[in-house]
C-alpha cells in the first residue's frame, strides 16, 4: 500500500487516466493505481539506470506490462505523442527540479494535461511556473508524515492566465484560505528557522543590517498570514 504522501498524489488521478509519472523510481505510484483499476494507461520516467530498473522490475512482478511502460528519458521526454497522456505527476523532488523538468521539457506537453506536484521543498517556485504557463491551481493538501510535511499541488490547464499573489505563490491560495494546522506548523518552524538565522547573523561582527531586517520582515509576514 502507499504511503499518506503518494496516496494523496493518487486521489487527484482521475478514472481512465492516461498517466506520466516522472521521477517514478520503484513505480509504486502507477503500480497501485492500475492494480486498483483506475488508470488505463501509464508510463514510468526514470532518468537514473537504478530507478529505472527498480520501476521494470516492479511492473513485472505485478504482471502490468500491458498497462504501464517504464521509460529511461529525462523528464517530460518520456513522453511521446502515441501515448495520449492526459496526467503528469511529479513527486518527491525540490520544487526547483520540479519546475526545471515542466520548463525544459514543455514541448511535450499539449496543455491539456492535468499535472499532480508534490514538491519537497521550493513550492512557491512550482506556483510560479504554473502561473506564467497557463495553469490555474484547482486543490493542494498538506500533510504530516514521518517527520516531514508534504505539500501537494494539482493544477489544470485555462486559456486565460491566472494571477496570484506574491502571498498566495508563497503560501498556496488554498492552503492559505484553510490554514490547518499542519500548514501552521510548517511555518512556525519557518519562522524557528529564521530566527536562528537571524540570531547568528546578529552574532557577526560586521552584521548586514540590511540582510537581518529582510529575515526578520520574512519572520513577521509568516506571523500576519498565518498564525
Ligand atoms: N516519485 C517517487 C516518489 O514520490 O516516491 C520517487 C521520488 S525519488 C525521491 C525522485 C526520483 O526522481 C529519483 O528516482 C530520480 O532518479 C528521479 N529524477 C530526478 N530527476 C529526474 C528527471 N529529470 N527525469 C526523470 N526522473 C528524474
Not at 503518494?6 to 492500475?34: E, K, N
Not at 492566465?161 to 492559505?176: R, S
Amino acid at each position: 500500500h502507499l504511503s499518506n504522501r503518494l496516496q494523496t498524489v493518487a486521489d487527484f488521478v482521475s478514472p481512465g487516466a492516461r498517466l506520466a509519472d516522472i521521477g517514478s523510481d520503484h513505480a509504486y505510484l502507477p503500480v497501485h493505481l492500475a492494480k486498483q483499476g483506475v488508470i488505463t494507461a501509464a508510463l514510468a520516467g526514470e532518468v537514473v539506470k537504478g530507478p529505472y530498473h527498480n520501476a521494470l522490475t516492479e511492473i513485472e512482478n505485478e504482471q502490468l506490462t500491458d498497462t504501464i511502460t517504464a521509460r529511461l528519458a529525462d523528464g517530460l521526454a518520456a513522453i511521446q505523442p502515441d501515448d495520449k497522456i492526459d496526467t503528469v505527476t511529479i513527486a518527491g523532488m525540490g520544487g526547483t527540479l520540479i519546475t526545471n523538468i515542466l520548463e525544459s521539457g514543455k514541448s511535450h506537453l499539449t496543455h491539456h494535461e492535468r499535472l499532480i506536484l508534490q514538491p519537497n521543498v521550493g513550492e512557491d517556485n512550482v506556483r510560479r511556473w504554473l502561473q506564467n504557463n497557463r495553469y490555474q491551481i484547482v486543490a493542494e493538501r498538506i500533510l504530516a508524515e514521518d517527520g516531514h510535511i508534504y505539500e501537494i499541488i494539482v493544477a489544470d490547464p485555462v486559456e486565460t492566465p491566472v494571477t496570484y499573489t506574491a502571498t498566495e505563490l508563497k503560501f498556496g491560495p488554498y492552503l492559505l484560505r484553510e490554514k490547518s494546522p499542519v500548514l501552521q506548523q510548517k511555518w512556525r518552524q519557518e519562522q524557528a528557522r529564521l530566527d536562528q538565522v537571524i540570531a547568528t547573523m546578529k552574532q557577526a561582527k560586521n552584521a548586514p543590517q540590511a540582510k537581518i531586517a529582510a529575515f526578520k520582515r520574512e519572520r513577521d509576514q509568516i506571523q500576519e498570514v498565518i498564525l
